[in-house]
């Protein structure tokens, strides 16, 4: 088995806190001066190109129970009424915004994320694929995918889900072993998985991916090599290997995590070099940062030919310049512009009764911004960059009077991270687990002198 091999110097030297890059800038640049107006103008403007087709998010945020790990933006309720009322809002957002698009949209692909967005019953979820159809035009071919939380699946919402046109499936996994999923909170029998799992490929979804997390307390390298070789006996189409983000000051519910159960980061570290390995010997590809496809896959092939795209929704093999979001905490981003919505659900549903879309903050792409939006992009995708992008960003940090690219590039190159060929920058096998500090090295906003936010570690 070829597990990659990283000398710990260099997991000590680049483990250091770090945006995600979801996007670029990343959302604590961005601004409240970007607010409903401004948000108003930025779809007008989308609807100058009609022919463009777009792609949907939707954040459902109930879940049934908290998870002590949990990052996302969710709710904790027991009451499926709330989620008629959520919906509410939502047929009311997507009246507010549909006309400011001018001509009705085609829509190419769709997520549903949360929270847990089975966790709305059939009727719920029927009523909700009903207001996005009357609302959009739905290519024949478009992607519809949804996470699913198996511990509340049943056959019949999965074949209901299936009969309203989904055609991909998450499911939440994270770890088989019971001890970590006390530690976390989330007792999730490793039998109802795979029975969830068994029922999504006997309704012949198109893809039935897994989603893994490393990091958490109690995990140990042989409880998650256990767990990895029980989920490639599944043999998912494609699997999400998520480094846990320890954040107890941004996220209350991790304070009830004991951080002396966290695996160090030389530890973590060798939980997902073994997984790189366990997949890759089994016949998957490593994808992006974090995630594996099998080969053959559209997602692999796109990997391997250099078309791979990532955007809030993840990586995907079609550009998806279009993304309009729905729901609380939602993010779009379109045309030069990022939006997010009130992430206190409160204050999203009041926005929205009193006529108001519910933005809190954004941002305008400037031309140095797109630069290197696209620069980073390129970077987690395909991990190589034309030396022609890169000497664009030298010749405006050349202005700024600080050191350029090049010069912050070139210890990367000497610890073996990276090297460069005759027309591109190429990252190294070894580079892609430090991956999110190279493209650090692009990030202009870096470079102030400001205190950094919360980030989580790169590696
Ligand atoms: S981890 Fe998932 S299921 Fe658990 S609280 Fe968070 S969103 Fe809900």
Not at 60 to 66: G, R, V
């Amino acid at each position: 088995m070829n597990i990659p091999e990283v000398p710990a110097q260099l997991i000590q030297k680049y483990s250091r806190p770090g945006p995600r890059y979801t996007s670029y800038p990343p959302v604590p640049v961005w601004t409240p001066e970007f607010d409903e107006t401004r948000y108003r103008s930025a779809l007008s403007e989308l609807a100058a190109s009609p022919e463009e087709s777009l792609s949907l998010y939707v954040h459902l945020p109930f879940c049934a129970i908290s998870c002590a790990y949990c990052g996302c933006n969710a709710t904790v309720t027991t009451k499926p009424e709330v989620v008629d009322t959520y919906l509410d809002r939502l047929a009311r957002e997507i009246e507010l915004v549909v006309p400011l698009l001018g001509k009705r949209r085609f829509v190419a692909q769709m997520h549903w994320g949360g929270g847990t967005p089975n966790f709305p019953t059939v009727e719920q979820l029927t009523r909700l694929v009903r207001l996005l159809e009357e609302a959009f035009d739905f290519l024949p071919e478009a992607e519809r995918s949804i996470e699913i939380d198996p511990r509340i699946a049943s056959r019949r919402q999965l074949r209901a889900i299936r009969n309203l046109g989904f055609n991909r499936v998450s499911l939440g996994v994270q770890e088989f072993d019971p001890d970590v999923q006390k530690a976390i909170g989330r007792i999730q029998p490793e039998l109802v998985t795979k029975e969830v799992f068994d029922a999504c490929r006997s309704l012949e979804f198109e893809s039935v991916n897994l989603d893994l997390v490393y990091g958490l307390p109690e995990q140990t390298l042989p409880k998650f090599s256990r767990t990895i070789r029980e989920i490639i006996a599944m043999q998912p189409d494609r699997v999400a290997c998520f480094n846990y983000a320890h954040v107890p000051a941004l996220r209350a519910n991790q304070r009830k995590i004991d951080a002396s159960t966290l695996p160090d980061p030389g530890e973590r570290f060798d939980m997902f070099c073994n997984a790189i390995g366990l997949f890759e010997e089994a016949g998957y590809d490593w994808i992006g940062m974090d995630h594996f496809a099998r080969r053959g896959d559209e997602l692999a092939e796109a990997a391997e030919g250099k078309r791979l795209h990532r955007n809030f929704m993840g990586y995907t093999v079609k550009p998806a310049p279009h993304l309009l979001s729905f729901g609380m905490s939602a993010i779009s981003e379109f045309g030069g512009y990022y939006a997010q919505n009130d992430a206190r659900l409160g204050r999203y549903q009041t926005a929205l009764d009193e006529g108001h879309l519910p933005i809190v903050r954004g941002h305008r792409l400037t031309d140095d911004d797109v630069l290197r939006r696209d620069a980073i992009t390129n970077l987690l995708c395909n991990f190589e960059l034309p030396l022609t992008s890169i000497e664009r960003l030298v010749r405006r940090t050349r202005e700024s009077n600080v050191p350029d690219e090049f010069d912050r590039l070139e210890p990367f190159v000497e610890d073996g991270l990276l090297r460069f060929d005759a027309d591109r920058l190429v990252v190294t096998r070894t580079g892609r687990f430090f991956i999110r500090n190279i493209c650090m090295q692009l990030d202009a906003y870096l470079r102030t002198g400001a205190p950094l936010p919360v980030f989580s570690k790169t590696v």
